[in-house]
T-cell receptor
């Protein structure tokens, strides 16, 4: 799930399959993580979040897994639908003040084939 | 419920021109943020306002100024636009964690 220069990593999946989008975060002190979905021409939309005292959190059709040992975050989307096609960003944060910046990863493009 | 509203949606400037991007939120959030997004990259924080009356620099503040006009409104100003400021700009508001984003302003500086 790391971005390289101007080229977003792309994950292509068949409609109905499960998708797994990965993210390697940088700071071992980060204690809060978020996944955002960005559709073309729109702003990022919150999907799911997780605190560092958890290793798994489930939402509707989405699950976030956190592995602090290797500083790895993943987003699993069950039964992927065409409407899931978008760019997905992970973000990390240290602390709970407004001035503690969210640091965003470079994004992964998910393409769902009908 | 409009959420976060940004204007304009598109803008083309010549080098050296100035302009202000407007942002308003109706969710009664204390904190507001301005980010820029360049092709193939994540969002980078320009400036933020933790509460009405305060503003602070983010990761990439050079060439920008901000004004927190009131609790609802947070504007971003480019005093002398440069081609390096060609980007998509997003305003966001929120608490200490979850942020809500506007739909963006696509700015081109020629």
């Amino acid at each position: 799930g790391e971005s390289v220069g101007l080229h977003l990593p792309t994950l292509s999946v068949q409609e109905g399959d499960n998708s797994i989008i990965n993210c390697a975060y940088s700071n071992s002190a980060s204690d809060y993580f978020i996944w955002y979905k960005q559709e073309s021409g729109k702003g990022p939309q919150f999907i799911i979040d997780i605190r560092s005292n958890m290793d798994k959190r489930q939402g509707q059709r989405v699950t976030v897994l956190l592995n602090k040992t290797v500083k790895h975050l993943s987003l699993q989307i069950a039964a992927t639908q065409p409407g899931d096609s978008a760019v997905y960003f992970c973000a990390e944060k240290i602390g709970h003040n407004a001035g503690n910046m969210l640091t965003f990863g470079g994004g992964t493009r998910l393409m769902v084939k009908p | 419920n409009a959420g976060v509203t940004q204007t304009p949606k598109f803008q083309v400037l010549k080098t050296g021109q100035s302009m202000t991007l407007q942002c308003a939120q109706d969710m009664n959030h204390n904190s507001m943020y301005w980010y820029r997004q360049d092709p193939g990259m994540g969002l980078r924080l320009i400036y933020y306002s933790a509460s009405e009356g305060t503003t602070d620099k983010g990761e990439v503040p050079n060439g920008y100024n901000v004004s927190r006009l009131n609790k609802r409104e947070f504007s971003l100003r480019l005093e002398s636009a440069a081609p390096s400021q060609t980007s998509v700009y997003f305003c966001a508001s929120g608490g200490v964690e979850k942020l809500f984003f506007g739909s963006g302003t696509q700015l081109s500086v020629l």
